[in-house]
């Protein structure tokens, strides 16, 4: 099973990518938890795009995914989460592998710079909170699970947000475009999302 999500930052796709990829026994790849994995020199030259709210070049940004796809764990299928994001990306995986079904997750812009704002995330153990909607966390500023510090991602602060959205509607809504989505309202609680999303999957 090959799968793909698309939806604005904030719309709660990394969330859903998660929990589906988890039931589904099948690798999340979230083409920006690899990015901000990256170390040294290529980590410093993709930080430039990336704490802007810019896209990555796209043939760099095609190498490292092309990688990651062709590791063993891939083989019985994936769940991407952030790519592609631009018709040119989307024809290339379509050269790679065939793509069983594209979910799009749609929200408002004003709820995705109100959810957007208000993440934070854990520097030590990840686990992802929202002082704005939930879950918030029991201790301003301290990791429930772990004790960690919480912080704020760069490219969260309002001004790149609008950048990332700007560049959402310009650059990724032609993809949606260009596949036959599977339209779910990201405007609902978690559960109903994912439920929403199993029922198309038939699981
Ligand atoms: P995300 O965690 O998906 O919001 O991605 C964070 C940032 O990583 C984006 O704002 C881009 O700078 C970069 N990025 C992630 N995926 C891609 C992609 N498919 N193409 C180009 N840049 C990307």
């Known amino acids: 099973m090959r799968l793909v999500l698309i939806g604005p930052q904030g719309?709660?796709?990394g969330t859903q990518a998660k929990i589906i990829s988890k039931k589904l026994k099948i690798p999340h790849i979230s083409t920006g938890d690899l990015l901000r994995n990256l170390r040294g020199e290529?980590?410093?030259?993709?930080?430039?795009?990336?704490?802007?709210?810019?896209?990555i070049p796209d043939e760099l940004m095609i190498e490292i995914l092309k990688d990651r796809i062709s590791k063993p764990d891939c083989k019985k299928g994936f769940l991407l989460d952030g790519f592609p994001r631009n018709l040119r990306q989307a024809k290339e995986l379509n050269k790679l592998v065939e793509i069983d079904k594209v979910f799009e997750?749609?929200?408002p812009d004003e709820e995705a710079i109100r959810r957007i704002s208000g993440r934070r995330n854990c520097e030590n153990c990840g686990e992802i909170y929202n002082i704005n909607?939930?879950?918030?966390p029991k201790q301003d500023g301290i990791c429930d699970k772990c004790g960690g510090r919480l912080y704020q991602r760069e490219d969260d602060n309002e001004k790149a947000v609008k950048k990332r959205l700007e560049i959402y509607h310009k650059e990724t809504e032609?993809?949606?475009?260009?596949?036959?989505?599977?339209?779910?309202n990201g405007k609902q609680d978690i559960e109903k999302v994912t439920d929403d999303i199993l029922k198309e999957l038939d699981v």
Request: aromatic share 8%.
């Open 11 to 13: 719309s709660g796709k």
């Open 133 to 136: 909607t939930s879950p918030k």
């Open 105 to 107: 997750i749609s929200i």
């Open 174 to 184: 032609p993809v949606l475009k260009y596949y036959n989505t599977i339209k779910i």
């Open 42 to 55: 290529l980590k410093q030259k993709v930080d430039r795009y990336v704490n802007r709210g810019e896209l």
